[in-house]
Structure formats: C-alpha cells, structure tokens
C-alpha cells in the first residue's frame, strides 16, 4: 500500500493552488459545456456541470490566471478554465464598486453579498418563497454589534439603489434584517419583480466600498 507523507500531501495542494488571489466579483457566460472542478486542475474532482450559456459568478483566479475561481448558486466554490467563461457584458464592471462610498465603516474590497436562491430568471408561481442570503469575504453580525468586517443584510425589493452615504430607509422596499438573519419569507404578486441585497453596518449605513449582490429579476405568473 502507498503511503503518503502529510507533508508531501500539503505540497501537492500549496503547488494546486499557488497564485490563487481573490479577485473582484463578476457574472461570467459558459462559451460551451464546461466541466466545474474541486481544484485548479483537469485531474481534480468534477463537482458541477456548466451548459454553454449558463451564467455563473466568477470570484477570483488560480494557476496564474488559467482557472476561474466560480460560486455556485449553493455557495460552494469550485473552479473553471478561464478559456472557457466570457465576462458577461450586461454587468456593470465589478471594479466599479470599489470607487463607490458609503457610509463611514470601512469593507474589504473583495467582500459582496448574494442572493442564493431565487437565481436570476426564476419563475415562482404562486409567488410565496424563501429568498436565501449569501455573503462573501465578511459575517453577519446583528445590527447592535459593532465589530469589523461584519454587518447585516438588507433586501431591495422592486427597487433602485438607495443614497449609499446615507441611511438604509426601512419600508416595504428595504426590508431590514437586524436579527442577523440569513433567509426571509417573501410573498410578491403576479408580475415581474427585481431583488438586490445591500449590506448594512451596525448603524443601518451601507460600507465603504458598499456590499452587495447583482440585481436579479423573477416573475410570479
């Protein structure tokens, strides 16, 4: 039987992942199938499947750039070859956000927030669902406690953007969570709706660089 050493086994993944470096997020499209890979490397595990088309969010970079670090919609993370992943260009460039202020409590350039599930383009009949909140590269803190590179989520519903240097408005449009909570019961009417998470400090301000998730859109027949 091969034996291996648990210093030969922690080279293997430190020369795997050398040059990973986290990188702004972004919506990327499949040019044809692609295989997702638990590693930057053909010989790694698959653990997910991309149809040519399918859009996926790029988080950062490995292997000098020739692999995609990819989210899937369950969080996981996993990675791509670049070759194969297109910017999509009806995003706004990721890098526009880090020149945007907020408020006075500062975030990791590399942080955004969400929106696990529902995934762009669902359609939800009836119209009562769970929306499930992700965030990246920060914690979820209640709204009472100050601590860095922490704060909580805030839910844009059928809405733009509010002033970032100013107070997050709490109404039907800005849905607070101040508990901390991660996911929320929602019921819209027929039609077509858009979702957005905004991440909030501890006073209701968004950070600076602000925190947030694409604007999604879904319809309820």
Same mark, same amino acid.
């Given at each position: 039987?091969?034996?291996?050493?648990?210093?030969?086994?922690?080279? =293997?993944?430190?020369? *795997?992942?050398?040059?990973? &470096?986290?990188?702004?997020?972004?919506?990327?499209?499949?040019?044809?199938?692609?295989?997702?890979?638990?590693? +930057?490397? !053909?010989?790694?595990?698959?653990? #997910?499947?991309?149809?040519?088309?399918?859009?996926?969010?790029?988080?950062?970079?490995?292997?000098?750039?020739?692999?995609?670090?990819?989210?899937?919609?369950?969080?996981?993370?996993?990675? /791509?070859?670049?070759?194969?992943? *297109? &910017?999509? &260009?009806?995003?706004?460039?990721?890098?526009?956000?880090?020149?945007?202020?907020?408020?006075? !409590?500062? &975030?990791?350039?590399?942080?955004?927030?969400?929106?696990?599930? +529902?995934?762009? #383009?669902?359609?939800? $009949?009836?119209?009562?669902?769970? /929306? /499930?909140? #992700?965030?990246?590269?920060?914690?979820?803190?209640?709204?009472?406690?100050?601590?860095?590179?922490?704060?909580?989520?805030?839910?844009?519903?059928?809405?733009?953007?509010? $002033?970032?240097? *100013?107070?997050?408005?709490?109404?039907?449009?800005? /849905?607070? =969570?101040?508990?901390?909570?991660?996911?929320?019961?929602?019921?819209? $009417?027929?039609?077509?709706?858009?979702?957005?998470?905004?991440?909030?400090?501890?006073?209701?301000? $968004?950070?600076? +660089?602000?925190?947030?998730?694409?604007?999604?859109?879904?319809?309820? +027949?």
């Amino acid at each position: 039987m091969i034996r291996y050493s648990s210093i030969a086994i922690s080279s =293997f993944l430190l020369g *795997a992942f050398s040059g990973l &470096a986290q990188g702004e997020p972004g919506a990327y499209t499949a040019l044809s199938n692609s295989n997702i890979r638990a590693a +930057p490397t !053909t010989n790694s595990y698959r653990i #997910g499947y991309l149809n040519k088309g399918q859009r996926i969010r790029v988080v950062g970079s490995a292997a000098g750039g020739n692999w995609h670090q990819v989210r899937l919609d369950s969080g996981q993370m996993g990675f /791509v070859y670049s070759d194969l992943l *297109a &910017a999509d &260009a009806s995003q706004a460039s990721p890098a526009d956000r880090t020149t945007l202020t907020g408020g006075p !409590t500062p &975030a990791p350039e590399s942080a955004f927030s969400y929106i696990v599930w +529902p995934t762009n #383009g669902e359609v939800i $009949p009836g119209g009562d669902f769970v /929306v /499930v909140f #992700g965030l990246h590269g920060m914690g979820v803190a209640p709204a009472s406690v100050d601590k860095e590179y922490t704060g909580h989520h805030h839910l844009l519903i059928d809405t733009d953007l509010p $002033p970032l240097d *100013a107070q997050i408005p709490n109404d039907d449009n800005h /849905v607070h =969570f101040g508990r901390g909570q991660t996911e929320y019961q929602l019921t819209l $009417p027929s039609g077509t709706h858009t979702l957005q998470l905004l991440l909030g400090d501890a006073n209701h301000f $968004p950070h600076t +660089p602000p925190v947030m998730s694409e604007k999604i859109t879904i319809k309820v +027949p």
